[in-house]
């Protein structure tokens, strides 16, 4: 296989990465641990192996696994809650090169059903395994057998595996794709937000809606979860109180999904996600830590 065939399923591993972890960083150095595994072979090594795509994605997944078995320990000295890394439109963002210009396709995340924030949090509730042979087998189509060889299970093992996943996200019930109703809840969304207005915002909320927001302990911002329409609805109003003119606000896309951003005084501030069912809130997502904002600094 040559040099240029071995680059090119950078954007796969990107993927894989990103759904695995939630987070482009760590993403980004599953795969450069991953190439230097194949560089490290001797070149009878590297032309013994069938499919260098499948070993590639095999030594990528098996990084992953590892990682998200030590990012739940990493987890308990977090500050507040933990949300997966936001992702921009495509076209205005690219991967560990901030400043830089132009787009290198290699370098960005398929937008789809799989990548929204709703889904991704419910990837993120699973065990490793789970996450693993789930996002392997139903959202890249290995069969259960290659799976095995990366979950280090049987593949019988590996089918329940995915299959206790696939339950928990039909469960969750997570959205499909970007829809006219979607960006209009959260067009009203914005303007009840802006006027302040408590009524229009509750409507706008499921009664048990939860809104999270992850800081990461480096920016001001709620540590427990919001629960309630109401509880939400005084406590975003009296953001918007407190930040007055400062604060202003763009509909985008985030996760592929209708988003919101904010900025205060001119500088980039806040990333939101909604999950969104028959035309209601369910969750926000409100991500304020910087250090999983930078694709969105250079857009």
């Known amino acids: 296989m040559t040099t240029s065939a071995i680059v090119s399923e950078r954007r796969r591993l990107i993927n894989l990465g990103y759904r695995l972890l939630g987070s482009l ?20 090594e590297r032309d013994a192996i069938e499919s260098p ?38 076209t205005e963002w690219i991967t560990g090169r901030p400043g830089a210009e132009g787009l ?59 299959s206790s996943a696939r339950r928990r996200v039909r469960a969750a019930g997570t959205p499909a794709g970007p829809s006219d109703e979607q960006a ?27 809104a999270t927001a992850d800081g990461g302990g480096l920016v001001v911002t709620h540590l427990e979860p919001i629960v309630g329409a109401e509880r939400i609805a005084h406590g975003y109003a009296e953001i918007a109180r407190v930040s007055g003119d400062r604060t202003t606000f763009q509909e985008c896309a985030v996760n592929g999904l209708p988003g919101l951003v904010s900025w205060q005084d001119g500088a980039l501030s806040t990333v939101f996600a909604f999950d969104i069912a028959d035309g209601r809130i369910r969750h926000i997502w409100a991500m304020r830590n910087p250090e999983k904002l930078r694709n969105w600094q250079t857009g």
């Not at 809840?185 to 409507?203: M, N, P, S």
């Open 25 to 44: 960083a760590d993403a980004e150095d599953v795969v450069q641990e991953t190439y230097a595994r194949w560089y490290a072979l001797s070149d009878r």
């Open 53 to 90: 795509g499948a070993w590639l994605m095999t030594v990528a997944g098996r990084i992953c696994l590892n990682l998200l078995g030590s990012a739940r320990a990493r987890r308990e000295t977090y500050v507040g809650a933990w949300i997966p890394e936001p992702l921009p439109e495509p």
């Open 104 to 162: 290198d396709p290699a370098d960005r995340v398929t937008l789809d059903e799989s990548v929204t924030m709703a889904f991704l949090v419910v990837l993120d509730a699973m065990t490793p395994a789970e996450r693993v042979a789930f996002v392997l087998h139903d959202v890249f189509r290995y069969p259960f057998g290659e799976v095995a060889e990366i979950v280090g299970r049987t593949p019988a093992a590996c089918r329940q595996l995915a």
């Open 184 to 210: 209009d809840v959260v067009r009203q969304f914005r303007t009840a937000w802006e006027a302040k207005d408590i009524d229009a915002l509750i409507g706008l909320l499921d009664p048990g809606a939860v």
